[in-house]
């Protein structure tokens, strides 16, 4: 052994008769240690709900679900770990909270980000109408003459594809309407109208109160634009 690591041999078992000849100690500290980690420290399951319910506390018509605890084996999985359902300035909501994780291995995990998915109804929407970000596939299709409904605004029509009926599709999309979801989409979140509802997802750096806020502010603004269901007051 180098005669530099012969003093730190001498401390190591040092350290090891001590803890041999006094185990009543040792354990008394263990059981502290854990006690104070336990007493300071929140799993992301609690962080979630607590951010949740300190959102829907000013807001009545809203509640907090925790969904119970599933194991689920496969090596990508999502992971619900809270929900807020309810009414949102007028709206009904519903929103799901939770992780995308993906496993490498058995014991270690390549991936494992927040998600957010917000779902909520627009009454007067066509069901068999559905608007979806435009990709690669609905260019070529495009190219091809199987455009969708276009409805006169450039940025708009290069940005979406919508299919359904033409005259019912273009009295829904007012201008208003148009800018509502511009705006929506300017906050870099996924989002697509299927069945008469509004799904908005992403997998924001930080799960937040913020987040929350501004998505539900955004998207209940996009749905009072895009519902013409007349008002009775």
């Known amino acids: 052994m180098p005669n530099g690591w012969f003093p730190i041999f001498v401390a190591v078992m040092g350290v090891q008769d001590w803890v041999n000849d006094n185990p009543l100690i040792v354990g008394a500290v263990v ?9 300071f420290y929140k799993s992301g399951r609690e962080q979630i709900e607590e951010t949740a319910r300190a959102f829907t506390e000013p807001h009545p018509g809203l509640r907090v679900v925790m969904p119970e605890r599933k194991i689920d084996p496969s ?3 999502r992971t619900v770990t809270c929900k807020i359902n309810g009414e ?3 709206t009904q909501v519903q929103v799901a909270i939770g992780n995308d994780t993906q496993y490498v291995s058995l014991i270690t995990s390549r991936t494992n980000k927040w ?5 909520a109804e627009i009454p007067s929407w066509p069901s068999e109408s ?3 970000a435009e990709g690669i596939a609905g260019r070529i299709t495009a190219l091809a003459g199987f455009s969708g409904v276009e409805v006169g605004h450039e940025e708009f029509d290069r940005t979406f594809r919508i299919k359904g009926p033409k005259q019912t599709v273009r009295q829904t999309l007012t201008d208003e309407a148009i800018n509502a979801l511009l705006k929506l989409k300017s906050m870099g979140y996924d ?5 008469g ?3 908005v997802a992403g997998d924001p750096y930080k799960f937040e109160k913020s987040v929350l806020r501004r998505t539900l502010n955004s998207m209940t603004a996009a749905v009072r634009r895009l519902d013409t269901t007349p008002k009775v007051f």
């Open 88 to 90: 949102y300035r007028g």
């Open 197 to 199: 509802e509004l799904i």
């Open 115 to 119: 998600y957010l998915e917000f779902r």
């Open 191 to 195: 989002f697509a109208i299927d069945g």
């Open 130 to 132: 559905t608007l979806s």
């Open 31 to 39: 059981i502290g240690f854990l006690l104070v980690f336990r007493l």
């Open 75 to 77: 090596p990508f999985r």
